[in-house]
Each structure stands twice: as C-alpha cells, then as structure tokens.
C-alpha cells in the first residue's frame, strides 16, 4: 500500500504514467476503476476545487465519495499520541483513520498549517497521523504541500507546450514568484511548485521580496537535488529583473515568512512594501513569451493583473480543470 502524501515519494516516471493515465481521461472521462470504492474526504480547511474535484472525479469512475468536516457535524479530532483527553477533541485521529478505513478504500487530508509556529507546522502532524493509523491508502489534498496541484500545474504545462510547439519541459526557465496579498497565506503550493518544476527538469528560480521568504529547507533541498540530478539549476533572488528575464514560465503565488510565524504583525509591515511583486504586462514583457499560472483561488489585480490573467498565456483554468483528471489517475493508482 502506498499514499500520496508527497511526489519526492514518486519518481518521475510514476508520476508521469499517472499524467499519460490522467490525459487518457480527460479525453475519455468515464469507467468503473473506482466501481463499488468509497472515498472519504476530509476538509479541515475550505475549498472549491478540491473538494469539487474529487467528488465529481470519484463519481465518474463508479465510485463514491464522502466529504467531512468538522463545521459539517464530524467530532472534534486529537491528533497528539498519549494525550489526556479532557480537551475538545472527542475522538483520536487513531480511531477515525482505522474506523474510515473499515468503510472506505481511499481517504484525502485538507490541514492547512495553524500558522503559530512553523517548527511546529511543519511536521504536517495530521497527514502524517492519518498515514500512519489508516489501513488504506491517503491523499494529501493540501497539507504543507500540495502535491494534487502539482500534477495539475505540470499536465498543464505539458499539454500547453505540445499545443504551442514550445517542446519539452527540460530545460525551461521556470520563474516561482511571491506576489503580495494582505493575509500570510500557506506556503504549500510554493513549495509544491519548486519541488515538481525541478523534478520535471526546469531550472527554477525562486523570486522573493527578502531572505525571510526562501522556503522551508527541506524543499529548497529536494529541488536542489532533483536539479542537480537533471544538471539545471536552482536560483533565489530578490531582484524582480533577474526573475523574470528569459522566464518561459511564471507561476505566481504569495506565502507568509517562515521566521515570522506566529508573530504576523512584523511580517504585514514587510510584506506591505512588496505590493509591486504583482504579476502585470511590464513584467511579463521581459520573459520569452512565458506562460503563467496560479492554483487559485486568487485576489485579481493584487496577485496579477486582469490583462496577463485573462490573456492568452494564461493556464490557470486548464491548470484547475486538471485536478480533475490527474487526481481520477491518483486514486485509481491507489485504490487498483
Ligand atoms: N487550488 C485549490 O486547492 O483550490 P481549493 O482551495 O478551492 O480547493
């Protein structure tokens, strides 16, 4: 048995015969590889596309899916071991993992960080409890990363390049930007992003405003290694010319500062003097005709402009309808 907790846990041909799998179905959506299966899906966060994804994917291919939340009546969860109880939690994530795996063959994790401390969050405590109690496989549907928005953002790419004549992935200049946005957000699908543009053999660079807003090092690492592994290169810079100069993609995306989790009062006097790292015309000027992308959803004009956003290099709706298709390929690899 093998979750889908992160894709440094798949080399790239298993995730590449999951894409081939995933573009078989979007020409061909329907089939019973999921026939008589039960998904639980649980949102400790919200969601649109996620949630709608799986459920609408599980359906096409004769299964079901159950979505639970704990605003949606599920018990309060304990995630520690060994703990005293006398809390709010009512029920051991050991329980619900092992019960949910009697009744279903596949169980997706949405537990964003709690944003107090990064020592702490980075653990990814739920997902790792969950894959440890289950008995069926897990899909982590966005925890620390996002590994279901890299598949997605990845067939995009693919599909897209083959359609322009822009050939392969390898090679290309792939440019992760931190943009603004008025609340820290997760820092999961930038690290997603980093993690699966080095695997697929793009030099990356990673355009942030300061040193507080480099990644978590276990990601920076897992690039570098995959970059090194397709001799390309892993760049950080703060200078918003060098990011964007010859960039063939951009993917935008705003995180909170690491050091400042928990402490978001100096982080926002910060990120406020980065509100120019917007993905605008001026910007996209200076790449080779790059095509650009972001997982949604998304603050219009403060994140990018509606000009790049709405014109024709954007893929961020392919890149969305994708979750649909890659994630039928992840469960169907899992649960077959
Ligand atoms: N990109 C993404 O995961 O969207 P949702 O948060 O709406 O699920």
Redesign the pocket.
């Known amino acids: 048995m093998k979750h889908f907790l992160n894709t440094a846990d798949w080399s790239r041909a298993e995730l590449q015969a999951m894409l081939d799998d995933a573009r078989a179905m979007k020409k061909s959506p329907y089939g019973d590889a999921l026939k008589n299966k039960t998904v639980a899906l649980l949102f400790l966060?919200?969601?649109?596309?996620?949630?709608?994804?799986f459920d609408v994917g599980a359906r096409q291919l004769g299964g079901h899916a159950v979505v639970l939340s704990p605003s949606g009546g599920m018990w309060p969860l304990e995630f520690e071991d060994g703990v005293v109880m006398d809390g709010e939690a009512e029920e051991h994530v050991k329980e619900a993992a092992k019960v949910l795996s009697r009744y279903c063959d596949l169980i997706g994790i949405?537990a964003f960080p709690k944003f107090q401390n990064w020592e702490e969050d980075r653990k990814d405590r739920i997902l790792t409890a969950f894959a440890k109690y289950a008995d069926v496989p897990v899909i982590n549907?966005?925890t620390i990363t996002?590994p279901?928005?890299e598949m997605a953002l990845v067939m995009a790419l693919q599909e897209r390049c083959e359609k322009d004549g822009r050939g392969p992935l390898d090679g290309k200049k792939f440019l992760l930007t931190w943009t603004y946005h008025p609340k820290p957000l997760n820092t999961a699908?930038a690290n997603s992003a980093l993690m699966i543009a080095a695997k697929f053999g793009m030099a990356v660079t990673v355009l942030c405003p300061t040193e507080d807003y480099i990644l978590d090092e276990r990601y920076m690492a897992q690039a570098l290694r995959d970059a090194n592994a397709n001799r390309q290169a892993v760049t950080i810079t703060h200078d918003i010319t060098q990011g964007y100069d010859g960039a063939d993609f951009v993917y935008a995306k705003s995180w909170g500062a690491l050091p400042y989790f928990g402490n978001w009062g100096p982080e926002k006097r910060i990120r406020d003097r980065f509100r120019h790292f917007i993905v605008d015309e001026e910007k996209m000027a200076r790449t080779n005709n790059a095509l650009v992308s972001h997982?949604?959803?998304m603050r219009r004009n403060v994140k990018m402009t509606d000009a790049v956003f709405d014109g024709p290099n954007c893929i961020a709706y392919e890149e969305?309808e994708n979750?649909l298709h890659v994630q039928k390929a992840i469960m169907k690899a899992l649960a077959t």
């Open positions: 966060n919200n969601s649109l596309r996620t949630r709608t994804s949405r549907m966005e996002h279901c928005q699908v997982c949604l959803p969305a979750r």
